[in-house]
């Protein structure tokens, strides 16, 4: 893994939306398609609302979309991570239905793990990878350190050999379903998005290693931390 990149910048939303564009680009350039992670939370939502406010920026019917973790609701419910990105980001570009490989938080969590799981294990079988490989994954940072559903303390850190399983969080709703450390280190390149000055401390201990966010390591990718400062 190379040395992770900071980006500090007060045009968080601006800078992070570029960022994506320029990966997509060059994935499309290079292999006709785009993979992209969205990641949940509040911080995300600028930064799809600034790429839905230039929606031409990239060929959206290329764009190939999934979800780091999803809360088990429904798609419509105020807690969905889909609903959230649907509302600030897909309902408003070109983006065709079957691009968007939403988590079925509605189902029996291992259902829509293994559901989830089947779907990228068919785009890598296409791609000969042996595992789905995002060209951009974004992911958050939570106040304790974790990132996507993989919280301190949780069973679902010690998974090495599924890439989409069920996992439960400290705050409600407590079952969710989460991508692995064997998904999430496939990727190409990792965004980190923060927007939190509170985070400062912890931002500094993922970089040394600590935390569940600390055990992102994309065995050939990059990370990118997006630091938004006032």
Excluded at 45 to 56: E, I, M, S
Excluded at 71 to 79: G, I, L, Q
Excluded at 89 to 104: A, C, D, Q, T
Excluded at 178 to 204: G, H
Aim: include cysteine.
């Amino acid at each position: 893994m190379m040395t992770p990149t900071l980006l500090r910048t007060p045009s968080f939303a601006q800078d992070a939306a570029a960022h994506v564009i320029e990966i997509g680009r060059a994935a499309i350039a290079e292999r006709g398609l785009f993979r992209l992670g969205l990641a949940g939370g509040n911080t995300p939502k600028a930064v799809y609302d600034q790429l839905a406010a230039t929606p031409d920026a990239l060929p959206w019917n290329r764009v190939q979309i999934t979800f780091g973790d999803e809360r088990c609701v429904p798609p419509d419910h105020a807690d969905s991570n889909y609903r959230m990105a649907h509302q600030s980001l897909l309902g408003r570009i070109p983006i065709p239905e079957g691009n968007v490989f939403r988590i079925r938080g509605e189902i029996d969590a291992e259902q829509a793990s293994l559901e989830c799981a089947s779907q990228l294990a068919a785009v890598a079988s296409r791609f000969n990878e042996p595992i789905y490989a995002h060209d951009l994954l974004l992911l958050g940072l939570g106040e304790d350190g974790h990132t996507a559903s993989l919280f301190p303390g949780s069973p679902a850190l010690e998974e090495s050999a599924r890439t989409v399983i069920p996992a439960r969080g400290p705050k409600p709703p407590p079952q969710r379903v989460s991508f692995t450390f064997p998904l999430l280190n496939a990727a190409r390149s990792v965004a980190f998005l923060v927007n939190d000055p509170s985070k400062e401390s912890v931002i500094q201990e993922v970089l040394r290693g600590e935390h569940p966010a600390g055990r992102i390591r994309p065995t050939a990718g990059s990370i990118t931390w997006i630091i938004g400062e006032k």
